[in-house]
T-cell receptor
Framework: QQQVKQSPQSLIVQKGGISIINCAYENTAFDYFPWYQQFPGKGPALLIAIRPDVSEKKEGRFTISFNKSAKQFSLHIMDSQPGDSATYFCAASNGGGGNKLTFGTGTQLKVEL | DGGITQSPKYLFRKEGQNVTLSCEQNLNHDAMYWYRQDPGQGLRLIYYSQIVNDFQKGDIAEGYSVSREKKESFPLTVTSAQKNPTAFYLC????????????FGPGTRLLVL
């Protein structure tokens, strides 16, 4: 049972544009929602994370929007750059469940010049 | 230099052979995790350990075994019972605390000869 659904699978954005990746979850016990960035052949690196008590969190060009009632959250990358080309994973965890992360299937982002 | 190290970077397994992947962290983190990554499937949890000498199965533990004899080490053995071991294996660790995030190592790519 896939508990975190991520879309789109792949995304092409022009330099300077906005990249938007969406995730939806089913388990209402989830209480922590991180986004990871992964370059080919490397381990994922934490990008930004949000808790369900806030609706938005911004760090530089990266923003998470969170809709608790809809059980959805999204990553927005403003002013996308070629260096942002990577695979992005959303995830969710339940603090009472060993903080096990359930990952989405990933979005391959390509930022073109 | 603090961080998570995984070795080897590439590992080749022959049919019927057990192989062990190393994961070491010097972050003094309490919890450690093993994930398997396959193309298009995101990361799936194999095993996790919240304290020394204790570990729990994740979603896809069949064909794998682990030990946690030291806080800084969490080796993963891929046994001959794992019929499809070719994948990218990622180790992560986390400090105790309700919403502390997981930090990932660089990964080991396992290939079957």
């Amino acid at each position: 049972q896939q508990q975190v659904k991520q879309s789109p699978q792949s995304l092409i954005v022009q330099k300077g544009g906005i990249s938007i990746i969406n995730c939806a979850y089913e388990n209402t016990a989830f209480d922590y929602f991180p986004w990871y960035q992964q370059f080919p052949g490397k381990g994922p690196a934490l990008l930004i994370a949000i808790r369900p008590d806030v609706s938005e969190k911004k760090e530089g060009r990266f923003t998470i929007s969170f809709n608790k009632s809809a059980k959805q959250f999204s990553l927005h990358i403003m002013d996308s750059q070629p260096g942002d080309s990577a695979t992005y994973f959303c995830a969710a965890s339940n603090g009472g469940g060993g903080n096990k992360l359930t990952f989405g299937t990933g979005t391959q982002l390509k930022v073109e010049l | 230099d603090g961080g998570i190290t995984q070795s080897p970077k590439y590992l080749f397994r022959k049919e019927g052979q057990n192989v062990t992947l190393s994961c070491e962290q010097n972050l003094n983190h309490d919890a450690m995790y093993w994930y398997r990554q396959d193309p298009g499937q995101g990361l799936r949890l194999i095993y996790y350990s919240q304290i020394v000498n204790d570990f729990q199965k994740g979603d896809i533990a069949e064909g794998y075994s682990v030990s946690r004899e030291k806080k800084e080490s969490f080796p993963l053995t891929v046994t001959s019972a794992q019929k499809n071991p070719t994948a990218f294996y990622l180790c992560a660790s986390r400090q105790a605390g309700a919403l502390e995030t997981q930090y990932f190592g660089p990964g080991t790519r396992l290939l079957v000869l």
